[in-house]
């Protein structure tokens, strides 16, 4: 195997497991956006953080990774936080 074959195909698994660590951080945000949902009967109605965090744990996610799963879906619109510890939807 050349050196240049072996760089391609260094790079080429950089970008697979890039892909993967972007499919694992679409699925987390999904998985809290159902928790989320579940929890929310209508548009104005706030959800504690703390029970999303109970729930999240109960499906194996780490409070930690819910923290920052909440924040990015909070940066991207899909929830607020409306008080400290209390979220809606956007």
């Avoid at 949902?37 to 548009?43: A, C, E, F, G, H």
């Avoid at 194996?60 to 979220?87: A, H, M, N």
């Amino acid at each position: 195997m050349s050196l240049e074959t072996f760089e391609d195909a260094m790079n080429l698994q950089r970008k697979l497991a890039s892909r993967v660590v972007q499919e694992q951080e679409m699925e987390l945000q999904l998985k809290i956006l159902e928790i989320f949902t579940s929890l929310v009967k209508d548009r104005n109605q706030q959800v504690q953080k703390a029970k999303i965090l109970t729930i999240a744990e109960m499906e194996g996610v780490p409070d930690d990774q819910t923290i920052r799963i909440l924040k990015t879906l909070e940066d991207l619109g899909y929830v607020k936080q409306t008080s400290p510890g209390y979220y809606k939807r956007s």
